[in-house]
T-cell receptor, first 113, second 112 residues
Framework: GAGVSQSPSNKVTEKGKDVELRCDPISGHTALYWYRQSLGQGLEFLIYFQGNSAPDKSGLPSDRFSAERTGGSVSTLTIQRTQQEDSAVYLC???????????FGPGTRLTVL | SQQGEEDPQALSIQEGENATMNCSYKTSINNLQWYRQNSGRGLVHLILIRSNEREKHSGRLRVTLDTSKKSSSLLITASRAADTASYFCALLFTGANSKLTFGKGITLSVRP
C-alpha cells in the first residue's frame, strides 16, 4: 500500500502565525512519531503516539507545539505563534506495534520569515 | 544526553571503493538501526541489528555491533554514485519505550 504521506510538502509562513502539519501513516501502523530536522542536523524527537496510550510529549520544545492523532490514524502537528527558529523539516514516521522499523514520510519543509 | 556519535562526519570516496561508517554510544541498547536520507527529506530504513547480534548483512551492506565497546560499523561495499546520501545511526536505548535516538548523520559522497 501507500507509504507515509505528509502535507504540505513546503510551508512558508510569517513569524507569529500558526501552522498545521499533517501526517497520514501507513494503514495499520499504530505507532506514529514526529521529528524535527534543522539544516545539516540530525533528527530531534518531538512526540510519539502508540495506540490508545497517552502520547510521549517529552520532545516538544515549548508549549507552542502540540500534536493530535485522531482515530488512531492521521496526526496533526500544530505550531502556534511561529518563530524563525521553528524553520526546519518536520518528519513523520510510523511503525507496526512491537516492530521497531520506522517508515518515514517525505517531510514538510517549514520556513518562518 | 543519550545520543549516538557518528564518525566520520563526512566521507568522500571513489565509486567502487568501500565505505565504512561508525557509531558509538554510551548506555545499553536494545537495538541499533541505520537509516539513509537523500536530499534532506524522508529517511529510509537500511538495517537493524539487535543487542544480542554481532553481524548482519543485507546486499552490499554489512553491519557489526560490539556491545562491549558500545560501537557499530556500517560497511557499504563496492560503492556506487547512487549511494551518495546522509547516513544516520538510530539507537533504541534500554527502557526507551520504542523511542529511537538518532545521531547527527554522516555525509557520504561517492565520486563517479
Amino acid at each position: 500500500g501507500a507509504g507515509v504521506s505528509q502535507s504540505p510538502s513546503n510551508k512558508v509562513t510569517e513569524k507569529g502565525k500558526d501552522v498545521e502539519l499533517r501526517c497520514d501513516p501507513i494503514s495499520g501502523h499504530t505507532a506514529l512519531y514526529w521529528y524535527r530536522q534543522s539544516l545539516g542536523q540530525g533528527l530531534e524527537f518531538l512526540i510519539y503516539f502508540q495506540g490508545n496510550s497517552a502520547p510521549d510529549k517529552s520532545g516538544l520544545p515549548s508549549d507552542r507545539f502540540s500534536a493530535e492523532r485522531t482515530g488512531g490514524s492521521v496526526s496533526t502537528l500544530t505550531i502556534q505563534r511561529t518563530q524563525q527558529e521553528d524553520s526546519a523539516v518536520y518528519l513523520c514516521a510510523s511503525s507496526l506495534p512491537a516492530v521497531l522499523l520506522q517508515y518515514f514520510g517525505p517531510g514538510t519543509r517549514l520556513t518562518v520569515l | 544526553s543519550q545520543q549516538g556519535e557518528e564518525d566520520p562526519q563526512a566521507l568522500s570516496i571513489q565509486e567502487g571503493e568501500n565505505a565504512t561508517m561508525n557509531c558509538s554510544y554510551k548506555t545499553s541498547i536494545n537495538n541499533l538501526q541505520w537509516y539513509r536520507q537523500n536530499s534532506g527529506r524522508g529517511l529510509v530504513h537500511l538495517i537493524l541489528i539487535r543487542s544480542n547480534e554481532r553481524e548482519k548483512h543485507s546486499g552490499r551492506l554489512r553491519v557489526t555491533l560490539d556491545t562491549s565497546k558500545k560501537s557499530s560499523s556500517l560497511l557499504i561495499t563496492a560503492s556506487r554514485a547512487a549511494d551518495t546520501a546522509s547516513y544516520f545511526c538510530a539507537l533504541l536505548f534500554t527502557g526507551a519505550n520504542s523511542k529511537l535516538t538518532f545521531g547527527k548523520g554522516i555525509t557520504l559522497s561517492v565520486r563517479p
